[in-house]
């Protein structure tokens, strides 16, 4: 296990509907450390939620906020770190994550669509949803094969299963 100033025991990327969140939460409680998703620190920061800080504020703010949300969780977190989505998109960011135990969990459309749902309030997801998330996991998953150390598919796996998987590879 790594110690706090070597941050995070395991970084979670991948698209939304992967199971970052969720895989993320029971791999920590596997693992005996905290669990941490730097959408949440968006929030925290921005005090209201991500898809009004892309509404109200734009995706370029928003970017600017995750990019340092990253970077100070990078830094500080010593356990199970989730990010959101896009923030493999911010050069220094992917800088950040080269040499860390990166898991991306790799996710199909139609599971992914099933996941997140077509109704979602996911904000880059607003206009024609299955185009823009087939658009999304198309343009990231090269980056996200690039900077992973562990990649792990999630298709009609129990999440559980998936935590497990990622454990044991650490």
């Known amino acids: 296990m790594q110690s ?3 941050g995070p025991a395991a970084v979670l990327i991948g698209p939304p509907g992967s199971g970052k969140s969720t895989v993320g939460r029971l791999l920590a409680e596997r693992l005996g450390v905290p669990f941490r998703d730097t959408d949440g620190d968006v ?3 921005a005090g209201k939620p991500v898809s009004d800080v892309f509404v109200e504020d734009g995706e370029a703010r928003f970017r600017e906020l ?3 949300a990253v970077r100070t969780a990078l830094d500080t977190h010593e ?3 989730s990010l959101g989505g896009g923030a493999i998109l911010h050069e220094a960011t992917r800088d950040l994550l080269a040499g860390r135990r990166v898991v991306y ?3 199909g459309l139609d599971q992914a669509v099933k996941r997140v749902g077509l ?3 996911r904000p880059l997801l607003v206009l024609n949803p299955r ?3 087939r658009r999304l996991m198309e343009e990231r998953r090269p980056i996200y094969e690039r900077l992973a150390a562990i990649t ?3 298709d009609d796996r129990d999440p559980a299963d998936v935590a497990s998987e990622i454990a044991a590879a650490l």
Do not use: N
Request: charged share 10%.
């Open 131 to 133: 185009s823009q998330l």
């Open 4 to 6: 706090a100033s070597q």
């Open 119 to 121: 109704a979602s309030a």
């Open 152 to 154: 792990v598919a999630t």
């Open 79 to 81: 356990g199970v770190l």
């Open 43 to 45: 929030e925290a920061v």
């Open 66 to 68: 995750e990019a340092e």
């Open 105 to 107: 969990l790799q996710v």
